[in-house]
């Protein structure tokens, strides 16, 4: 049940935030100190953090539906520690950072956590055949 709640939650946030940046970037944007201008950067912008978002969140919803709750888990681990450890390397390298910043990598690296402990605790039961 775990595994199935943490794949849900994390499927409904990827997509939320995923809508939200193909939706409405230009408010968004601020929060992280980004200036996109209209064109060719907004675009941009709607592609990487709205539609790689909403494209992962997608997956993990099909792999929820269809019971494959270890391949949506190991996705989860992936893109989210592939995030933190950008997130790492931002600090490291320019150490005037936002409260945001650190933030995004507690709920990164959260969320890396809880899927881990998912996927341990899942065992062989956490795959269902197509």
Known sequence: MYQRIILGISAMVFIGIGVAFLVTPQSLLPRVNINATPGTALT????VYGG???GIGLFLAFCFVRGQ???GLVACVFTLGGLSCGR???????REQD???YYLLAAEVLGVA???TALMMGGPTTERKL
């Open 44 to 47: 941009d912008v709607r592609a």
């Open 52 to 54: 790689l978002d909403l």
């Open 69 to 71: 709750l270890r391949t």
């Open 88 to 94: 790492i390397l931002g600090i490291g390298l320019n």
């Open 99 to 101: 409260m945001i910043t």
């Open 114 to 116: 809880m899927a881990t």
